[in-house]
């Protein structure tokens, strides 16, 4: 069953999601991105070229001939990749596919909608009895 971890209060959704991207390509696993705002995705997608200067974070659609062999892929659909350990959801709905992944990661902005949002998905998952962990990034920089 898929672990839902909720990273909750990021000041900046992409910039932190860049950072979480690059940890968990550091520790050798292999991410999809998923927002169901394609503008966003478009916006992460050019962050990652620029997040870290002296790094490269290998990317690409996950709709792309090289996506079988690229650690961290993007999309705003519902895709089939071809991987399934982490997905990081950047929107403000489920990800479609979630429940094939071994783990998604929901990054929560500071605004009330995107909390708003959050919570409603929070319900969903609890109320089918997914394993959930919170993370209060206010709290861990303070």
């Not at 992460?44 to 090289?66: C, G, K, R, Y």
């Not at 997905?87 to 596919?97: A, C, D, E, K």
């Not at 708003?116 to 209060?136: I, S």
Request: glycine share 6%; net charge neutral.
């Amino acid at each position: 069953m898929t672990q839902v971890d909720f990273h909750f209060n990021a000041p900046d959704k992409l910039h932190y999601g860049c950072r979480l991207v690059r940890k968990i390509y550091r520790a050798g696993k292999k991410v999809l991105v998923w927002s169901d705002d394609a503008t966003r995705l478009a916006a992460f997608d050019q962050m990652l070229w620029s997040f870290a200067q002296q790094e490269f974070i290998p990317h690409v659609n996950a709709t792309d001939p090289l996506a079988a062999e690229t650690p961290v892929l993007l999309s705003s659909g519902t895709v089939d990749t071809p991987h399934h350990e982490v997905i990081v959801n950047l929107g403000g709905q489920t990800p479609p596919m979630f429940s094939r992944f071994d783990r998604l990661i929901e990054v929560v902005g500071m605004d009330d909608a995107d909390r708003g949002a959050a919570r409603e998905r929070w319900r969903f998952y609890r109320d089918r009895g997914y394993p959930m962990v919170r993370h209060d990034l206010a709290a861990a920089a303070g």
